[in-house]
């Protein structure tokens, strides 16, 4: 086995990030021009039981754009990402992805897409080796092209010592490297990223940035779930707020801003304005300090 | 996609669904189980084991009804009535025992595949739900394959052969053509009903060892329960074979009940379907129709058209099943939960000891391996007063009643501390934890 790694290791070259991202824009030099909104969603609505997990939710996303969709946990954005992949059905309301329906284009929606998932989905009982095989398989992928991208990504994202040991055996962290670049190895138009920094450390985070940003110069597209705010206004262009199953707000963060009344704040501060939390968080503050306030240690 | 690359598809999903399996019954042990799959092969191929093991029992049956036929036709002159309830009982115990060996030996690895994660991932790739709903039963069908095989083909095989040679002179071809199909259409709609058991069995099976609330009492009880139910089933099977194949000459020779008593009793049981109305049809077929009172053969007919709607209505629920555990909307089994309110968040303070032990219960509920060594030193005692009721001592060691007696406390006395021991001490991995252990209960008592 370590044979092995040790012959992948030799044919991995020895380059710089920026180099090695620029080499896969060469990779892929004959860049589609997408003009097609990519996501269309209109007035969905999901529920589970008595709950209603997605109220009305209505935004898009163009080509070339990070799309955020960003809210505290049980807000919906999970809900939302798995209609998007067909991997629930909504109760009501309108979805295109490339223009087609999730319901009824399921193949070739999927095809375009690359998911990443909250909690690693990929084969655990699979070596990465087996699992890239399986997926170069499943989607008929050039040989050489896919070898040569996926020296790249694990090179990048310094997980080549892990290509043969059990998923299951790996971190959470490199469990999350290895999902990220079995999204990408098809070159998907549109990429589904729930919660991607999960696990990741501070350099493989900061590749994994770059990498979505070069998806978008390239004309693809990013929808990007998460809850922390910093990474939200960070990576993302626009950030739709979800609350409780409802679309809060949709914009830029200058747009966001203006909508809180909050020049100049970060994200943070409009969020709470947003989703009028931040009376809540102060009172919450105020008890805190009154009950842990007089026991000094 | 062709039918051919989604059974290879289902290969992938096969083996993820072991491990799921193999890493819930690990429980606290997962670690330790992952270092020993990458090192050690065999464990990898604990599936494998299992499968043939299953086959392998399976086919031991076959010489229930081998003994059966060989008896039928060796005593049918002397009393048919009583003959037709023995054969009929026999071959009844024989579909019984092979649903249920499938169970015990398929039931473990079978509900990783019934709790629907494996099939998550395979959502995201470029297949359409029907590709999917098909890679689910190519999946099943993968963890049952040599049980399968041998659970059609082990009656009819059996059944041919001995009736060749207990009366193939007697019966001539055509006869033996006729059982040898009844056989097949027998053993086939058994195969396909004990699947459809197992698919929805395991489905529950995994409802309980996920789904539940983790620390619940109930769920706790559920689980003891259900995993007792499965091993002293386990433990039976093996004891309802060596008696069975022991016994059964003899069940032939006796007449406990008089005529009309057996009449009587033929007719009702020939009428229920599962697990009487297949022993029926078989032995009416291996005798001379004119030997059987018309009312039997009346019963078994229908007792066998009740089966077949039995059949296809497991087999349904069963198809039902598949599609809904490969589906993305596969609906979780939802306890019904109280709601927590503010005044239900409150501190109970125990004992460290105590913390300790209600924390290795909810522990050890949830791991297959633990439940086993818990339960085995209560099994003991019965399996060994059943071994002692047949004999199965007095023949080994004679008649000493003390001898006996004390074989059997050292018997106790070694395993079930050994047991237990390993059992308690296995919850905790860590060293340090476990000397923390133990000094607890020391300044405990």
Redesign the interface.
Known sequence: MSHEIESFNKCVFKITQRELFHSLLKLNNEMSVKSEVMVRVENLVKTFGDVVAVNGLTFDVEPGEIFGLLGPNGAGKTTTVKILLGLLEEDSGEIEVFGLDPSKEEIKIKDRIGYVSEDPLIYRSMTPRMLFNFISSIRNLDEKETTEKLRYYFESLEAVEYYDKLIATLSRGNKQKMQVIASLLHDPDLLIMDEPLTGLDAKSAKVLKEILELHTERGGSVIFSTHILEVAEEVCDRIAIMDKGKLVAIGTLEELSVMANKAGADLEDIFLKLTNQDESVAHIVKNLRKMLGNNKK | MKNTELYK?SK?VY??A???AQ?QSAGSNQQRF??R??KDRVARSQNIIFKFMAAVYIATLVFIPIISIFQIYLNFGSNPEWITFAGSLSFSLFFMLQLVILIVFALMLSWGIMSGG?Y??V???????NHIQKIGLFTFARSINIQLIVMSLVLPIGVTTAVSLAAGLYLGIGKIFLISIVSILISVLNTIFNLAILVILGRKLAIVMEEYDFNSKRANFVRISTMAIYLITSMLVVMAIQIGVEKLPILFQISPLNAGSTSIMNIVLSFIPVPFSLGYLMTIFLVDFSMIPSLVIVGSVTGFLLYILLVYLVTKKALKTLRNISS??IKRF?PKRKKTAIDDIQIKSTTPTRAYMKRDISIITRETQQIMMLIMPLMLPIYTAILGSTGAFTEVIGNTGLTELFIVLMVFVVMNSYILSVSLTIIETGEKQLQLRFQLILENK
Not at chain 2, 123 to 128: A, Y
């Open positions: 598809v992938s083996k993820e072991i491990l799921h890493l992952l270092e799959i990458q494996p998550e991932w959502h995201t790739l470029p297949f359409n739900r993305p909307d939802d």
